[in-house]
């Protein structure tokens, strides 16, 4: 499930990111998608932390619930349950942020993909390019193979194959990004691309159906 909510947080922030192409606020995009997420999470987040407080348990796992809720207010549970080695689905006890780190992940992409896409309209002022659809599906494919192989290549260094890590679910969002950019495309072009890249897709989504099984 997780999976696919990642694949369609992609597709929305493109929505809202590349509806236009003639311009790109990073400030107003970072402020509005914080705005988006951060309250709700905070708010949980306190909430949850306070209920422990007055009705859990305080000498079962207190120093580990205490410090997963300060990572939920930074936006960096995913890292430290990295740090901690904690194995998604079979913890020994009951930890009420482990949901957090997906929404940590989201928020981690949003600065990624803001920075990206800047950088792509600073090197259009400067080089004086035409930013297009198919363009920025070229520049987002080549990312997404990236993305999509480092985790297996490197699969040995910790935090880069690990179940929580951003680098390992950002092919996801990207997957996203790519079916939104399709959609944009002219009928001619996106049949090229078709073409040109029917096995690579194929063998993509037979691996999405086997990951989406496998959880």
Same mark, same amino acid.
């Given at each position: 499930?997780?999976?696919?909510? /990642?694949?369609?947080?992609?597709?929305?922030?493109?929505?809202?990111?590349?509806? =236009? @192409?003639?311009?790109?606020?990073?400030?107003?995009?970072?402020?509005?998608?914080?705005?988006?997420?951060? %309250?709700?999470?905070?708010?949980?987040?306190?909430?949850?932390?306070?209920?422990?407080?007055?009705?859990?348990?305080?000498?079962?796992?207190?120093? +580990?619930? /205490?410090?997963?809720?300060?990572?939920?207010? /930074? $936006?960096?549970?995913?890292?430290?349950?990295? *740090?901690?080695?904690?194995?998604?689905?079979? #913890?020994?006890?009951?930890?009420?942020? $482990?949901?957090?780190?997906? @929404?940590?992940?989201?928020?981690?992409?949003?600065?990624? /993909?803001?920075?990206?896409? *800047?950088?792509?309209?600073?090197?259009? =002022?400067?080089?004086?390019?035409?930013?297009?659809? #198919?363009?920025?599906?070229?520049?987002?494919?080549?990312?997404?193979?990236?993305?999509?192989?480092? %985790?297996?290549?490197?699969? +040995?260094?910790?935090?880069?194959?690990?179940?929580?890590?951003?680098?390992?679910?950002?092919? #996801?969002?990207? &997957?996203?990004? @790519?079916?939104?950019?399709?959609? =944009?495309? %002219? *009928?001619?072009?996106?049949?090229?691309? @078709?073409?040109?890249?029917?096995?690579?897709?194929?063998?993509?989504? &037979?691996?999405?159906?086997?990951?989406?099984?496998?959880?």
């Amino acid at each position: 499930g997780i999976n696919i909510f /990642f694949v369609l947080s992609g597709y929305f922030i493109a929505y809202i990111a590349l509806k =236009k @192409l003639d311009y790109f606020n990073l400030n107003l995009f970072i402020i509005n998608r914080f705005l988006s997420l951060y %309250p709700l999470i905070f708010i949980t987040s306190s909430i949850t932390f306070f209920f422990i407080l007055y009705f859990g348990d305080l000498s079962k796992n207190f120093s +580990e619930i /205490f410090r997963s809720y300060i990572s939920s207010l /930074f $936006l960096i549970t995913n890292f430290y349950f990295i *740090k901690i080695q904690n194995i998604y689905s079979l #913890q020994n006890y009951l930890n009420p942020y $482990l949901i957090f780190w997906s @929404l940590s992940i989201i928020f981690q992409f949003y600065l990624i /993909f803001g920075i990206s896409v *800047k950088f792509i309209f600073i090197l259009k =002022k400067r080089l004086n390019l035409i930013i297009s659809y #198919q363009m920025l599906f070229k520049v987002f494919f080549i990312i997404f193979i990236t993305m999509f192989l480092l %985790p297996l290549i490197l699969n +040995e260094i910790k935090g880069i194959s690990d179940f929580y890590s951003t680098i390992s679910r950002l092919w #996801q969002f990207l &997957l996203g990004i @790519l079916a939104y950019l399709i959609t =944009k495309l %002219p *009928k001619s072009n996106f049949s090229k691309i @078709l073409e040109k890249y029917n096995l690579i897709l194929f063998s993509f989504i &037979l691996y999405i159906f086997w990951q989406i099984n496998s959880l």
